[in-house]
Every structure is written in structure tokens, then in C-alpha cells.
């Protein structure tokens, strides 16, 4: 069978099986979350890796190599970000044809260490190796706040669904990119910047885990795609109030009647999406500055399920769960 | 400029300016040694990432997925031995078409398992991607031994330079293999079995550092390619005694007068380089049950160069040092 037939998430699944033995002796959680975990005498270690590969993750007529180290690693800081941990050191693989303009390596580390900067990560180390197109492997390595951590496993039922800032700018961004779309400057830039700069919510992670937050996920796939993976962890269900999921309006001025789908399996928000208890909800509410906006609940019933219900609490149906990075 | 002009070191030595200043604040070694090395109240991390391209370091005509997924982690495991470290956690990052064999997948896997089973690694998570060709990124961290490391900047005047087990075998191997050469079924599978299934020297690493060693790198790109770094950057030189460098007698009989430079210059044998004092060496020699040859000195004349001697103390002029990945 080709990888393309059996998915992206079977194929995840059948690798923690085959790893699943060894990784159980040590670490706390292994492949399947946004960073794998695991203790030391001094509290949890966390790690996530990730690869953008050109033409598959991006194209270079709509990125520029800044914007590409900053977004190559904002990717995985966020994943760190999901845990509510604190990242640390990032190590950087890059391989590049032997054509590549030196200025524009220069460019791309520069992106990177902006980014790192803002979140006092150091680029530890790397290697360069050539490639027949430009391919950013990142890995970075944290540790967890208060020995406490945002797992996609421990959302229950009666838990709120909330998440931070928009959603949908991101994939209106690749959609004014790609189609070369024409807005005003202000609008062009929003959308650009939140589709090739996105801002990992680290310091929100790290007031959801302190405030006793326990599920999470950063919104990479998109929230239908990525909720799934918390109800299916947790075996539980989820409402989405359709009505309630914060688009930006620029956004709906600009997508009309596509600004909802772009919001619901658009992907690469990297904002964070999690569920607690409504006390906890109103708390973090208060506690962190960034918008929180309530979009649904955690069920018992249709467990591993997203439900999109309409304002009369009716349920669409809505197809597309997701982004299957093997089928198209 | 093009990165191919420029040439790999140079790249490397112009990314680790431009990340300099950050990565001094916390790390001990950035950029430029077998593994990046950080200090935390437990002791010092090590942390080494490195991809594998198709087309580029392997061809599916001539290895194995099983091969593949062992020699894709020996590579970084070696360089966590080359610390004189002891690796602990691996994360993978796969980039595929998705055309792919699932089985091939799991093929690649179980040879990663394989070799990680022997080395006590836990594969604790990745992710997977697709790609226009199979592409494998690895990340592997671990700890110092006993608080100390191996470095490349630690030879010093004086020192005896040696090396563990024998050089040349897999590049033999790897000139059998693209040229179809027919040997006996013996000699076929110790050939292949160097260059697709190298043993990284992690219990020698550990042990050299218990026993006062302080200088070592493991030999990925060639003898006089990786002893050019360790003269580089401990700002010595080195003379090496050709009629002592190890090579097995296989590689002799069936490659001749091939036999030396594949020895010098060939590259990942992942045997372990490295350089100290005369009574030190002694030491290790009878404490290490791996073969071990002294094969030169480090000198202060010369400094950052490699010369080679013959059994009469002449100079031998060899032009091909080591391995630049963009110009061939």
C-alpha cells in the first residue's frame, strides 16, 4: 500500500506502534503529541521536529527567505507552545542546491534569530547538507512549565472550547498570495504577516498550564483537523458553535461567505485551542491579555467526533476535516 | 555568491557568526562541533542534528529502507559518541513522496529500532512529511559522561594521534556497491555491511573521556577532512605516518593501490579520532577492547594542516581534503 492511500495520521499511528515499546520505558508522551516529553531529575524535557519542504510547505515566489526562517521555526516553538512549556534551544538541518545565493541563507538565519529572539530561544547548532530544493528541518527542545504540561489527551466532557486571537487570517493570507489577490497596504500586510509570521502563543501556554489548564493543541491543521485529534486522544466529543469562531473582519470583508471555511479547516493560525472547566475558562480569560473567545463544549456522545452546530443548534454537515498532507 | 562557490565550511563558519552572540550566553559549544552542548543544573546536554537526502548521501539502488533507518541514526549517534556522550532520545522527521511503500516505511523504522535497541535510544516522537524525495532528518540528544566532553578544540602539542578500528572499509564498501563489484559472499556483506550499517563507537567515546582524553571527532567526512577540523580549531597541526593508518586487510587484497586513499579520504567509517598524551593513549589501549592505532601527532608547527609523512618522513603531497558536500 502507498503512503498516499493509507493518510498521514495511519501512517503516524502505525510508527508510535512499531516505536511504542521502547518509548514507553521513558518518556512521558511520545509521537502523536504537539512535542514529546520526558522526565529528568530536574522536571520534563520537552522536543518537537519539523520540516518544511520547498514546494510542498511553501513556494519562494511568495516567501521571502526571512519570512521562511522565521516561520520554519515559529512552527515548532509553537508546538512547545501547546504544551505550555518553556522552549529553550532549537538546532537547524538545512538542506539547499549548491545554487542557493549565500545572502539569501543569510536572509533565512536572519528570520530565524528575530523570531528566537522574541522568545529567548538559542539556535544551539545544525548542519548544512545539499538538497535538489530548499528542505528546514527544526527541532526544538524545552522544558515544562512547573512540571506541568498541555496535553491533546486530557480534554472531558463538560469541558469549554476556547482559543486564542483569529482564525482563518492565515489561509485568507495563502489565499491572497496565491491568487495574487489585490487589497490595501494595511490589509495586504495583515493578512501576509499572518500567514508567513505567525506569532507562536508561548507566554498564553504558559498562563493556560499555570492556571490549571490541562488539554491543548496549537491550531496548525486547522480547527476542525486539530480538534479532532484532541477528541480522538481523549475520547471524547465536540460542539462547535459555527457563529461563535472569531474571524478577524477583515477577514469576513474580504472572503464574504469563504471567511467561515477558511477559519474552520484553513490550518497555520498557529493560535492555541484548549478546554477546561468554565471557572478555569473565566480565569485565563481575565488572566491573559490576548483575546479568548468560547466556541464550543467537550461531549460524552460522538466521541473521537467534531459536531459544527448553527445558531438554531442544528448540525452541518462540513466534509473537509482537515488537511491530509498525502492526498493533495 | 552561490552556496557551491562559497563551499560548505565557510557556509557553516557564516551561519555560526551570524548566530554567535546569542548561543554564547547559554550554550557551551554552538556550531562547529560533533554536537551542540548546553549546561543545566543536572550537567551538560548534547544535541546533534543531521539530514539524509535522496540522491544526494544514499540511493535506494544501493541500500536497504532496513539499512537506511540504521545508518540514518548511527550517523548521529556516532556524533553524540564522538562527545564521548551518552544518547538518549532520537525525534524523526520524514519527508516522503506519497508513492511510498508503507512496508518500506515500517522496513525503515525497524532498522532505526534496531540500532537504537543497542544503543539504549529511545525514538521519542517526529513527524512526517511530504516530499519530493525520501528525506530523513535526525535529531538525537543525550548527556555528557561524567561532566566532560570531547571536543575538536581540545589536541594539543605533543599529543599521539589514534583511531579506532580500521578506515577505508566503508568507502570500500560504497565503490563495491555503485561499481557492481563481484567478491566472495564474506567479503560482500563485511563491505556493505561498513558503509550501510556502520557501528557508531559509543562505549569507546564514554571511555576515552573517563580516561582523560579530551580531543576526538568521529570520522564522517574522511581521516584528513575531520583531522582538518580538530587542527582548525584547536589551532594545531598534524602529521600523519601513512604506513600506520589501519585498513583491513579485505580492502587491501581487493583494492590495492586504492586502498590508502579510500583509507585517508573516504569518509563515514564513524570510527573515532582523537589525540592525547603518550601515557593517556597507553591507558586506553588497554582498558578499550576495540582495536586502537596510533597513526601520527599533533604538532605546533603547521598549524590548521595535515601533512602526511611516508615511512622515510617525507612529505607526501594530497591534494583531496575531505569531502565539500556542494562542489561534487
Avoid at 545565493?101 to 538565519?109: A, G
Avoid at 491543521?221 to 478577524?248: E, F, W, Y
Avoid at 459536531?307 to 491530509?324: C, M
Amino acid at each position: 500500500m502507498r503512503v498516499s492511500e493509507l493518510g498521514e495520521f495511519e501512517l503516524i499511528d502505525m510508527i508510535s506502534k512499531l516505536i511504542g515499546k521502547p518509548a514507553k520505558d521513558k518518556t512521558i508522551l511520545g509521537i502523536g503529541d504537539d512535542s514529546t516529553a520526558w522526565r529528568t531529575d530536574t522536571g520534563i524535557e520537552l522536543a518537537t521536529i519539523d520540516t518544511l519542504v520547498e514546494n510542498v510547505h511553501f513556494t519562494l515566489d511568495t516567501i521571502t527567505y526571512h519570512e521562511l526562517g522565521w516561520k520554519s521555526l515559529a512552527a515548532n516553538v509553537s508546538d512547545i507552545a501547546a504544551m505550555g512549556g518553556i522552549p529553550l534551544y532549537a538546532l537547524i538541518s538545512l538542506g539547499l542546491p549548491g545554487t542557493t545565493d549565500v545572502d539569501d541563507i543569510k536572509k533565512l538565519y536572519e528570520g530565524m534569530i528575530e523570531l528566537t529572539n522574541r522568545h529567548n530561544v538559542t539556535i544551539a547548532g545544525g548542519d548544512v547538507v545539499k538538497a535538489p530544493q530548499l528542505t528546514i528541518s527544526v527541532s526544538v527542545t524545552g522544558k515544562a512549565t512547573d512540571d506541568k504540561m498541555l496535553t491533546r489527551s486530557a480534554a472531558r466532557p463538560g469541558d469549554i472550547i476556547a482559543v486564542t486571537g483569529n482564525l482563518g487570517t492565515s489561509a485568507a493570507g495563502l489565499k491572497m498570495l496565491i491568487g495574487k489577490l489585490k487589497f490595501s497596504e494595511e490589509t495586504t500586510s495583515l493578512l501576509r504577516k499572518a500567514h508567513q509570521q505567525p506569532q507562536p502563543r508561548v507566554a498564553e501556554g504558559q498562563m493556560l498550564v499555570q492556571n490549571g489548564v490541562k488539554a491543548a493543541i496549537d491550531l496548525s491543521d486547522g480547527l476542525i483537523g486539530d480538534l479532532g485529534h484532541i477528541c480522538r486522544m481523549s475520547r471524547v466529543g465536540a460542539n462547535i458553535d459555527i457563529d461563535k469562531v472569531p474571524i478577524n473582519p477583515i477577514v469576513k470583508d474580504h472572503f464574504a461567505n469563504k471567511a467561515l471555511e477558511l477559519a474552520l479547516v484553513g490550518g497555520e493560525d498557529y493560535e492555541l485551542l484548549f478546554t477546561a472547566k468554565p471557572d478555569i475558562i473565566d480565569k485565563v480569560r481575565e488572566l491573559i491579555a490576548t483575546p479568548i473567545t468560547v466556541i464550543g463544549e467537550i461531549t460524552r456522545e460522538h466521541a473521537g467526533k467534531v459536531l459544527l452546530l448553527d445558531a438554531n443548534g442544528n448540525t452541518i454537515d462540513f466534509q473537509k476535516e482537515g488537511f491530509n498532507h498525502f492526498s493533495r
